[in-house]
């Protein structure tokens, strides 16, 4: 018989491709992560890994276990969220990752409303970027969370993962009224050309938000020359509207835009959703979270015309 707990070492090692990296997010030793995948080989009786350099990649048996795999804990996530079920009342901890905006918008409504209703559970909020938010579910560090995708940085396929949608919004330009050149309408490059030569702030290395808008001025012509990189989009406003330079925000902060700023609405979309680990949707706390943040989002009151 083949142990689920091995499989899903299995399954950590094929998405983070090595042995150290599955232990740090396991919180286990690089020893333990390999003594546990040898003797699921032995299990297997196959060969399931081979190396190559410094990492280890799974052989065709090896990939063929994992997508058993897959199918094996989502069927468990099936049965936990069975058996949440059965008990009377929804309580204990939930744990939730969210995006920064999304942090002070979205969350803080959604937990006034568990609080009202459910007032056993337990909610737990931590930052996170989405890029980081799959493997944190499948480590059990989230239980849900909220995540983005932007256009030029769709998500990437993962079955491990479900989603809800939640909204679709777009995305700003945003200056200040010294740098106010550019036509307020029209094409990507039409719009985001006049500021070719400025400064951008961005989002930090490595998260999708900094992805979006290194692609986003790569679809306009030019590299974007990039001088600040924060994440909160408050500050990205604040450093816009004193001449520090150029950068993007999504709707949902437009409202906190301060004078001086310009925003200039872009052919660009963010789009947000809950995820939850795959087969986790009917489990009742996380369920009421989903239910709780569409309710939240169906209050928000951001988009004006400008």
């Known amino acids: 018989m083949l142990d689920v707990r091995r499989l899903h070492l299995l399954r950590e090692l094929d998405r983070r491709g090595t042995i150290a990296a599955v232990a740090e997010a396991l919180t286990f030793t690089a020893s333990a992560v390999s003594q546990q995948l040898g003797v699921l080989e032995r299990e297997a009786g196959v060969a399931l890994l081979e190396r190559s350099g410094r990492r280890v990649i799974l052989t065709p048996a090896g990939r063929s276990l994992v997508a058993h795999a897959d199918a094996v804990l989502q069927r468990l996530e099936l049965a936990v969220a069975e058996l949440a079920s059965a008990r009377e009342g929804i309580g204990g901890p939930l744990r939730i990752g969210t995006y920064p905006s999304g942090g002070h918008t979205i969350v803080p409504a959604a937990l006034a409303e568990l609080s009202q209703r459910h007032p056993a559970l337990e909610p737990m909020v931590q930052e996170i970027d989405s890029a980081r938010v799959s493997d944190g579910l499948r480590a059990g560090e989230l239980d849900v969370a ?161």
């Open 146 to 306: 909220l995540v983005h995708d932007y256009d030029f940085v769709p998500a990437s396929p993962d079955t491990t993962v479900d989603e809800v949608p939640l909204l679709e919004e777009p995305v700003y330009l945003v200056t200040n009224t010294a740098a106010e050149t550019a036509s307020r309408s029209g094409t990507l490059a039409e719009l985001l050309g006049p500021y070719a030569e400025v400064p951008w702030i961005t989002a930090r290395d490595g998260t999708t938000g900094h992805a979006m808008a290194v692609r986003a001025c790569q679809a306009a012509g030019f590299q974007p020359r990039i001088r600040h990189q924060v994440n909160d989009f408050r500050t990205v406003l604040a450093l816009a509207a004193t001449g520090q330079g150029a950068g993007f925000v999504p709707e949902m902060a437009t409202v906190q835009s301060c004078e001086g700023v310009v925003l200039t609405k872009l052919p660009l979309f963010r789009r947000s959703k809950v995820a939850f680990r795959a087969g986790g949707g009917s489990h009742p706390a996380i369920a009421a979270f989903v239910a709780a943040a569409t309710a939240a989002v169906g209050c928000m009151r951001f988009s004006r015309e400008r």
